[in-house]
């Protein structure tokens, strides 16, 4: 049997994505293989389709007894034979597990690092006793000391090469820096392994940073735009862990929290609980997540900021993991960078410290850069990307930045005035002219005493804190930081240069998640859980997200159609077919939606671009922006309807361009023929297609909005 048959049968997809092919490959030719691949590109198909053509069984040395545990239903339902041996099992569990696995019955064998050299070696005895083909070393960053997450039974993986000689090793991760990347070579003692290392972009999670003012405040306003959605909530310590949780409890959430200091069976619970749908939000610390295979997050946010760039992404990386359009969310506060400092200067080795510092420096960076942050997050990895991203903050912000100039160089000249030796708020005071007995009379004297009296307080805070946020001041020692002028700051300062700050509110609002029949998905996801709850299984094993995503959007009415959707397997097809298109059928004949068949074989034309498909009218296939051309028909402008959908501007604006693109609504309702004809022209004298050409050319005189329109309608002109 080949790979890819496998892939199809019994994963139901019809192609690999990014290296899994070649790391398969590697794998099956008996070499010794590292993978670097985000969360969420299919690591564990990279060893669990070898371990179906190799004799014998494959070991998977995973960390977390919940992801074995999901692995091994995941497997099993779709008819692969895998088990797992911990301290949750019987005595009498344990042995017949061991005895299949001595008959050849078990293709995958999970076991968490601690158990290879337990002290009555028993499973060295079993592994000395089997035919293992392959070990397959899941979250391998873990064996580096200087790495974020270090494990020191990681350490204890290389002797299985005085053990296991011949066998081939597979070291699989998502994040890695280069040292840490040298330490999984060496110490897992790897025979001259092939890096394959993919890209590490998600291009489907949305990045953002926001200043943290009154973080429970923010929180509630982000959740409170996607109460029906999944999502990790993370803090710093346990104590905050508790009260948001109970927070949000008090607002109706269903939350739930996470952390060392519960008991073990609580967190078992909870875990479970959240897993399976039962509760949709998990108030956690850091202890929570590697190894969750939960595909449907939505969202991760974190309330504090992480220790480092490498947690950062693999945490943020929880979100999307079947590839539909997720967010990640990180309140940020300077105080977060001393509070994570003295707890890094705790730690006894000196090099580990000077070593942690500098990640927490280039999180800091991450948090208070003013250009794209998936540029400088895969940068952080030695990854290049060739422009922006035009999916994080900074990126979607452009153009909406306040000229902030005369008021930014007052607050940065009264800092300079006194010697940069104090905290913002005694700042404030003198820009103020405040008569505070804390005020010295020599600071009266100055030229900056009392500049800023006409605006308030909170005026003055959150420009400063804007400052700080966009690299213009930075906060110096420990307890009591003071603030000095960043290199930014004074260039700025000696050139007169404009300096143009983001001081609206944040936009929390969220992203619609892909164009697809909502009503039918919601259908379809009640039958998800009432199927897991019937068969005790989490919902996402049965089907993901993006599954139920793609039958929403492609009606699949009988079997044949729906080994057509992607991830459905023939075993799951047999399990849970008839119930999914019962539900189909009816939506399709209650919604009289038209079905065409091609060629008499009864399948839809698949080959089509997602969106575009001719089984469905056309308003259909616009999605939500059905609603927003009804709202326009009626009068509204862009405005008024963004306020009535409680929507974002960018969200209107891209349903406004696809209902021109679908010749839905006149052009001229935005531009006028002249306009149009000056965009195409110098569209033409480009030769471009992209947007930033453009803008670049025309500055403000057209928005990103206006130019994808002129784009769009010279597109239409030319075909």
């Known amino acids: 049997m080949e790979p890819l048959t496998i892939l199809k049968d019994f994963y139901g997809y019809n192609s690999f994505r990014g290296h899994q092919a070649s790391i398969i490959d590697n794998v099956l030719q008996g070499k010794d293989t590292i993978a670097l691949m985000p969360t969420g590109a299919g690591k564990s198909v990279c060893y669990q389709i070898p371990a179906m053509l190799l004799p014998g069984v494959t070991l998977v040395i995973s960390p977390l007894i919940a992801l074995m545990k999901d692995q091994v239903d995941g497997l099993n339902q779709i008819g692969i ?116 290392i993919s890209s590490f972009d998600r291009p489907n999670i949305t990045y953002k940073v926001v200043q943290r003012s009154d973080g429970p405040q923010q929180l509630l306003e982000f959740l409170g735009h996607r109460v029906d959605q999944t999502g990790i909530v993370y803090c710093l310590s346990r104590m905050n862990v508790e009260e948001t949780a109970a927070a949000l409890q008090r607002k109706g959430f269903k939350a739930l929290p996470y952390h060392a200091g519960l008991e073990r069976s609580t967190r078992q619970r909870h875990q479970e609980a959240f897993i399976k749908d039962e509760a949709n939000i998990m108030v956690a610390t850091i202890a929570f997540g590697m190894g969750i295979d939960k595909s449907n997050v939505r969202y991760v946010v974190h309330m504090n900021m992480p220790q480092n760039v490498e947690s950062y992404y693999q945490e943020t990386g929880r979100a999307g993991r079947d590839g539909l359009p997720s967010e990640a969310l990180l309140l940020f506060s300077y105080g977060d960078k001393m509070t994570l400092s003295r707890m890094i200067e705790k730690a006894e080795n000196p090099d580990y410290v000077e070593n942690m510092k500098q990640k927490l420096a280039k999180m800091v960076q991450f948090c208070q850069i003013q250009q794209c942050r998936r540029r400088f997050l895969l940068g952080y990895f030695d990854e290049k990307i060739p422009g922006d991203c035009g999916n994080c903050d900074t990126c979607l912000d452009k153009g909406e930045k306040v000229d902030m100039t005369i008021y930014a160089q007052m607050m940065l000249s009264a800092i300079a005035r006194l010697q940069e030796r104090y905290g913002l708020g005694y700042v404030i005071l003198i820009l103020r002219g405040s008569n505070a007995a804390k005020v010295s009379e020599h600071h009266k004297t100055l030229s900056v005493y009392g500049i800023g009296k006409e605006q308030p307080e909170s005026f003055w805070k959150k420009l400063g804190n804007q400052l700080l946020v966009e690299g213009y001041i930075e906060a110096q020692g420990q307890d009591y930081p003071t603030y000095a002028l960043t290199n930014l700051a004074w260039k700025k300062l000696k050139q007169k240069e404009k300096i143009l700050l983001s001081l609206d509110k944040p936009d929390l609002r969220a992203k619609e998640t892909g164009e697809y029949d909502s009503e039918l998905f919601n259908k379809l996801k009640n039958l998800r859980f009432s199927l897991s709850r019937k068969l005790n299984l989490p919902p996402y094993l049965i089907f993901s997200d993006a599954t139920l995503a793609d039958m929403a959007n492609k009606y699949p009415i009988n079997a044949p159609n729906l080994l057509d959707i992607h991830g459905v397997g023939q075993a799951k097809a047999d399990s849970y077919g008839n119930d999914f298109l019962k539900v189909i059928q009816q939506h399709v004949e209650e919604n009289e939606i038209p079905i065409e068949k091609t060629n008499g074989s009864g399948k839809y034309p698949y080959d089509q671009k997602p969106g575009s498909f001719n089984t469905r009218p056309k308003s259909r296939s616009l999605g939500t922006a059905t609603e927003t051309l009804r709202l326009l028909k009626q009068g509204l402008n862009v405005e008024q309807i963004t306020e009535k959908r409680n929507l974002a501007r960018s969200t209107v604006e891209s349903h406004l361009a696809r209902l021109v693109e679908a010749n839905l609504v006149a052009n001229t309702s935005f531009l006028n023929q002249s306009e149009i004809d000056e965009i195409k022209e110098i569209q033409e004298q480009l030769a471009t297609n992209l947007l930033k050409p453009l803008k670049e050319h025309f500055g403000e005189k057209y928005s990103y909005f206006q130019l994808r329109i002129a784009t769009i309608v010279s597109n239409v002109q030319v075909e």
């Open 81 to 196: 034979s895998a088990a797992f041996l911990n301290s949750t099992q019987s005595h009498y569990e344990q042995r017949d597990i061991a005895e299949s696995v001595l008959k050849g019955e078990i293709k995958l064998l999970y076991l968490a690092p601690e158990r290879l050299f337990s002290e009555n070696g028993q499973t060295l005895d079993l592994l000395k006793n089997s035919r293992v083909s392959l070990v397959a070393i899941d979250e391998a960053h873990c064996v580096s000391q200087w790495g974020h997450d270090f494990r020191p039974e990681y350490l204890n993986i290389g002797k299985l090469r005085d053990i296991l000689p011949n066998v081939t090793f597979l070291a699989l991760t998502a994040t890695a820096d280069l040292q840490t990347r040298q330490d999984i070579a060496t110490k897992l003692r790897l025979n001259q392994p092939q890096w394959f």
